[in-house]
Nanobody
């Protein structure tokens, strides 16, 4: 069974950094995408960053590129999201998800094939 487990969230002050982890298990496909999404209270889900497991290519919306970096350690089946210069508006539950959709569509529309989601990890940025 395919499964994703996030970790690394917590409380951080404005300007601080956090690194989130998404550990994958049960995936047998040689090539799939892991995407990070976030959802703040009362707001719609937002795509943050995406990486293709296999070739390591990444894509993020312009608004996320300057402070968020996605990477992977394929030997550990883990994808990371490094978040720097955090702001109170970054406060949200962060989820990772897996799919076989190209990154741009994946982050824009969400997963449409595999639809595997983690349980989420809360990031709280204090002002």
């Amino acid at each position: 069974e395919e499964q994703l487990v996030e970790s690394g969230g917590g409380l951080v002050q404005t300007g601080g950094s956090l690194r989130l982890s998404c550990k994958a298990s049960g995936f047998t496909l040689p090539d799939y995408a892991i995407g990070w999404f976030r959802q703040a209270p009362g707001k719609e889900r937002e795509g943050v960053s995406c990486i293709i497991i296999g070739d390591g290519s990444t894509w993020s919306p312009d608004s996320m590129q300057d402070r968020f970096t996605i990477s992977s350690d394929n030997a550990k089946n883990t994808v990371f999201l490094q978040m720097n210069s955090l702001k109170p508006e970054d406060t949200a539950v962060y989820y990772c998800a897996a799919d076989v959709t190209p990154c741009h569509d994946f982050l824009t529309y969400g997963p449409r094939a595999l639809e595997v989601w983690g349980q989420g990890t809360l990031v709280n940025v204090s002002s």
